[in-house]
């Protein structure tokens, strides 16, 4: 049982490293992600799976659409908007 919990957790940790680097090298994505961790969770939520929809139609690259999805979860964008203020991304 570890095993997937393991995996599971491994794969968190790429989606998450994968965000902050797509968040660093698109400016884009940049702004949309400030702009959505500044809501409060259900707008953000709202919001992001608008998004998210939008980018599945236009056949976005699924790492994006993975690292994008840790956004639903209120601590990670916690973390995210931390790492961005204390870091200016």
């Not at 940790?13 to 809501?39: C, G, M, P, W, Y």
Request: hydrophobic letters at 45%; proline letters at 1%.
């Amino acid at each position: 049982m570890r095993f997937f919990v393991s995996e599971k957790s491994n794969d968190l940790s790429q989606s998450f490293a994968h965000l902050l680097q797509t968040i660093k090298e698109d400016k884009e994505i940049n702004t949309r992600v400030i702009q959505l961790l500044k809501l409060n969770s259900y707008t953000r939520r709202l919001l992001l799976n608008k998004w998210l929809e939008q980018l599945r139609l236009r056949k976005a690259p699924e790492n994006l659409l993975t690292a994008l999805f840790c956004l639903f979860d209120d601590k990670i964008a916690d973390e995210v908007l931390a790492l961005i203020n204390g870091h200016k991304i």
